[in-house]
């Protein structure tokens, strides 16, 4: 997968993120409305925990996909880096 197709993925996935944290909110209930039962649940209790879980699969998918550079992009080595390979302090 090439990086601008995984810098893709992971906005798409933040952004499904947002949306479940949207949907976690019980905007569909009127007021007074009795709470159905989901899992021996208030049902927007369940909905709400599965958003929830939702949310953190996809971060966590988001982070697998999101590139790390292994190196300073100056090309400059640090001088802590340069003393532990020396083994100097």
């Keep these: 997968m090439g990086r601008v197709a995984r810098r893709r993925l992971r ?20 007021g007074g409305e009795a709470a159905g039962v989901a899992l021996g649940l208030p049902d927007w209790v369940a909905v709400a925990l599965g958003c929830y879980a939702g949310a953190a699969l996809l971060n966590a998918t988001a982070w697998l996909v999101t590139d790390f550079p292994d190196a300073d992009p100056t090309g400059k080595e640090r001088s802590e880096d340069r003393n532990d390979a020396e083994g100097g302090s």
């Design 11 to 30: 906005a798409l996935l933040l952004a499904a993120t947002g949306v479940l944290y949207a949907l976690s909110i019980p905007w569909y209930r009127t």
